[in-house]
């Protein structure tokens, strides 16, 4: 299983971007995909994840009201909107989805983790 992730970029604080997340070895519809981001000198962390249906959402309090995971199994990809951008969502930006069906990604498994795209947020 690959993860391809894209989207990132520069924006200036209180803008928007669109993450994208395409798999490939496997269909998704069955998974459940997440987002996790890491900056420099800290963990990485949970940002939002969504099941396989598309059916139920999870966030960070962090980012609740402000981004929003979704996903097109026919397209084989997740997205994460990011909108109100803040200089603290400034990290690498992961997708990831479990190994095993009907599951959430988790951190700390084993998951499928994509190698990463850049979010830099201006002040």
């Known amino acids: 299983v690959q993860l391809q992730a894209s989207g990132g970029g520069l924006v200036q604080a209180g803008g928007s971007l669109r993450l994208s997340c395409a798999a490939s070895?496997?269909?998704?519809?069955?998974?459940?995909m997440g987002w996790f981001r890491q900056s420099p000198g800290n963990e990485r962390e949970f940002v939002a994840a969504?099941?396989?249906?598309?059916?139920?959402?999870r966030y960070a309090n962090s980012v609740k009201g402000r981004f929003t995971i979704s996903r097109d199994n026919a397209k084989n990809t997740v997205y994460l909107q990011m909108n109100s951008l803040k200089p603290e969502d400034t990290a690498v930006y992961y997708c990831?989805?479990?190994?095993?069906?009907?599951?959430?990604?988790?951190?700390?498994?084993?998951?499928?983790w994509g190698q990463g795209t850049q979010v830099t947020v201006s002040s």
């Open positions: 990831a989805t479990p190994r095993s069906p009907w599951t959430m990604p988790l951190l700390g498994r084993d998951d499928y």
């Open positions: 070895g496997r269909t998704i519809s069955s998974y459940g």
């Open positions: 969504v099941s396989w249906s598309g059916g139920t959402t």
